[in-house]
């Protein structure tokens, strides 16, 4: 298959690797020179390491499936297009847009956004009934799922199509039958986001992040992980979410955002990332575990009544997008939060 990344950045260049790895043609566009050297170093880099640890043979013959390029109608033979660039709408809109008077009428456009709506996006696309999400996590070569989006105008054929594409690349894919906000991990994280961040009246940070790690077994903390993914993003994504109707209020993301604590890109958010990962305890005082998940349980439990994704596929998808040792329903059934 012949197949157009467009982007060469963290995700861009990880989704254009692993199709490579399965055998697919790729085109690598990104606007930006240095992005698309620094995105095919990054795709080597990782190809040796996959070698090195016995899960390809031949990092020559992958490599040589990817084609750099620098201007985008050299896509034009493409039979399927995904954009990874950055979160935003107007930049995400004007490259559907150029794409779409570029390839064939019939060729798949997908988005891997985390959280913008797909068929607010589709207007900007010719033909919307084959667009989609396909929505990989990071780091696309490491990470099963795949979120596979079907927005308001997306034929039933295109989304199915979307989720043979996403089994074809080993990957697992989970069906979002409905275009909502934040779609499944992220609409349940951020129902955890906000709940940790009303928690801060009266516990600390590292109260908080200690239930998350010692208790819960979440790999990160909840602050820890908004550091680490990043204070502005997350501040950005809360604001485009709200003005979509998703209420996501925390105040100390807006205060670390507007003093410039940025998390572990600039050393200093919720924690001081300065000499490192910070060294989170366990302490005696902290929220009790349905203080933070009640409203997390809550938006799983309408993902499913709402027909978005079935209890099976929202609980998978927890385990494999948060690397959760429990799904958010496991969560529910032990601690009887209904």
């Known amino acids: 298959m012949k197949i157009a990344v467009i982007g060469a950045g963290v995700m861009g260049h990880g989704i254009a690797e692993v199709f490579a790895i399965y055998g697919n043609s790729i085109y690598l566009y990104d606007k930006y020179p240095e992005a698309l050297k620094k995105g095919l170093n990054s795709i080597l880099w990782s190809l040796q390491k996959l070698k090195e640890k016995g899960k390809i043979e031949d990092v020559d013959k ?20 995904i954009e990874a660039v950055p979160e935003n709408f107007d930049l ?24 913008l709506p797909i068929s607010e996006l589709a207007k900007n696309v010719v033909n919307p009934s084959r667009f989609l999400g396909l929505h990989f996590f990071n780091p696309p070569v490491l990470m099963k799922l795949v979120e596979v989006i079907k927005g308001n105008e997306t034929d039933t054929s295109v989304f199915n199509e979307g ?3 996403v089994k074809r690349i080993e990957k697992i894919p989970i069906p979002v ?6 779609f499944v991990v992220n609409r349940i994280l951020f129902r955890v986001f906000t709940s940790a961040c009303r928690l801060l009246n009266k516990y600390t940070v590292e109260e908080i992040d200690s239930l998350a790690k010692y208790v819960l077994e979440f790999p990160m903390g909840v602050f820890e992980l908004l550091d680490y993914t990043g204070i502005d993003t997350n501040y950005l ?7 979509r109707g998703f ?5 100390k993301l807006k205060e670390l955002y507007e003093k410039g604590f940025y998390g572990t890109k600039v050393g200093k958010g919720f924690y001081d990332w300065s000499k490192g990962r910070p060294n989170i305890t366990k302490t005696e005082k902290m929220p009790s575990p349905e203080q933070l998940l009640k409203d997390a349980i809550n938006e799983a439990i309408w993902l499913v009544e709402n027909g978005v994704s079935t209890e099976d596929e929202v609980n998978l998808a927890t385990k494999l997008g948060l690397g959760w040792k429990k799904g958010i329903f496991d969560y529910a059934r032990e601690l009887s939060i209904k």
Request: charge should be negative.
């Open 247 to 251: 209420d996501f209020t925390c105040n």
């Open 163 to 165: 989720i043979e594409i």
């Open 62 to 81: 992958i490599y040589s499936r990817i084609f750099p390029i620098n201007d985008l109608q050299d896509i034009e033979d493409s039979e399927l297009v």
């Open 92 to 115: 995400k809109s004007s490259i559907f847009k150029e794409v779409s008077g570029i390839v064939s009428k019939d060729t798949l456009i997908a988005t891997n956004t985390s959280s």
């Open 177 to 182: 039958r409905k275009d909502v906000i934040g």
């Open 237 to 243: 994504i809360s604001n485009e979410v709200k003005k």
